[in-house]
């Protein structure tokens, strides 16, 4: 396949309430979309999209040093051959690309020979609990459709303080069926004793995993003989030095693309975890709609019977589109003109 061509718009859009990160309370989501011209041997000419959106907080890497890097390699490539089926952009740069530029590169390039032939079939997802124990009580109590196998919710949020997150906790399973549990996230804002202690407050049966529950990740094997409650990697998938090997307790791997890298990093840790009988769920990190549908194509190809983490649309208060977008085809023209051209 030739690159023929490649433009870089930005979007900026608005959430739909302040989202809430580390530091940040985000009012709004800005990133970068990348447009490739390109010629297949067998489909012609078409187009391919990527999304780079570093998220403030997590991400190491600025928008405009994602942007900088994205316009060195994209000019690297023009007229270019590339393979999508092995593309790894790192041979195109002398300096360590950034996973969101690895992740709108290699997907836009990789993704047409990962997609199922079965796009029909609903991928299973674990919604993700945000606001208040009332928010949440109210979105789980107007449940309609069938019961997702676990909803997902942040905890550790406080000043140290387990109780809020104790109550929150035991409200939430006492108002959903049996067979639904909770997926926790700590982002390591607890000490090893705190989270033993949130663990012997309730009713661990019904968690799933917490996530990242400890701040020194060298904790996680002590928590989980502590408690038997089984944990899951993530911020430990984002340094770059990482390499997979299987933990007593660990129950996950949730790999961020956006925020670990492009698709071959991404294939060789789910790879790995798989020949260790790790589960993986593939996660989003607040992109929009076009990154967002590029999970769940990754979702389908690595993991289509786990509950994903893909239910962050919800925090926009607009969508970049609403219509599905044919793989090949130009994106409207209203799409585009929404962005910003900052590269061509
Ligand atoms: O993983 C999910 O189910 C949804 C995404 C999600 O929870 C997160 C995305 C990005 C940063 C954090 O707020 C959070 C996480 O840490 O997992
Ligand atoms: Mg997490």
Same mark, same amino acid.
């Given at each position: 396949m030739e690159i023929v061509g490649s433009k870089i718009y930005q979007y900026d859009l608005p959430l739909a309430w302040p989202l809430p990160l580390k530091a940040t309370k985000l009012k709004s989501r800005q990133g970068l979309v990348l447009e490739l011209k390109v010629n297949d041997a067998d489909q012609g000419v078409g187009y391919l999209y990527g999304e780079a959106a570093p998220l403030p907080?997590?991400?190491?890497?600025?928008l405009d040093a994602a942007r900088q890097q994205l316009e060195e390699i994209v000019s690297a490539l023009a007229g270019q051959e590339v393979d999508p089926e092995s593309?790894?952009?790192?041979?195109?740069?002398d300096q360590p690309v950034y996973p969101s530029v690895a992740f709108a590169l290699e997907s836009a390039i990789g993704l047409p020979a990962l997609?199922?032939? !079965?796009?029909e079939t609903a991928l299973p997802v674990a919604p993700l609990l945000t606001g208040s124990t009332a928010d949440m009580l109210k979105r789980t109590g107007s449940w309609s459709s069938c019961w997702p196998s676990a909803f997902k919710l942040k905890v550790?949020?406080? !000043?140290?303080? *387990?109780k809020p997150d104790v109550y929150r906790v035991r409200q939430l399973l006492e108002a959903l069926p049996e067979s639904v549990c909770l997926r926790l996230d700590a982002n390591r804002g607890w000490s090893l004793e705190q989270a033993v202690e949130f663990v012997h407050q +309730?009713?661990?049966?019904? +968690?799933?995993y917490i996530e990242?529950?400890?701040?020194?990740?060298?904790d996680c094997p002590a928590f989980y003989q502590q408690t038997r409650m089984p944990f899951a990697w993530d911020e430990t998938l984002?340094?770059?030095e990482f390499e997979f090997s299987p933990q007593t307790g660990l129950a996950a791997i949730v790999v961020k693309p956006t925020l670990v890298g492009g698709i071959r990093r991404c294939e060789s840790l789910v790879s790995a975890a798989r020949d260790a009988g790790i589960h993986t769920v593939i996660s989003s990190t607040f992109e929009s709609v076009l990154g967002v549908n590029t999970l769940e194509t990754l979702a389908r190809a690595w993991a289509p019977r786990e509950a994903a983490?893909?239910?962050?649309?919800?925090?926009?208060?607009?969508? *970049?589109?609403d219509q599905p977008v044919a793989l090949w085809q130009r994106l409207p023209g209203a799409v585009l003109q929404q962005m910003e051209l900052v590269w061509r």
């Open positions: 907080d997590f991400s190491l890497e600025s593309f790894s952009c790192q041979e195109w740069s997609r199922a032939d !079965d796009m550790a949020r406080g !000043d140290g303080e *387990l +309730i009713d661990s049966d019904r +968690i799933t990242e529950p400890v701040d020194t990740a060298s984002q340094n770059p983490g893909l239910d962050t649309l919800t925090a926009f208060k607009q969508q *970049l589109f």
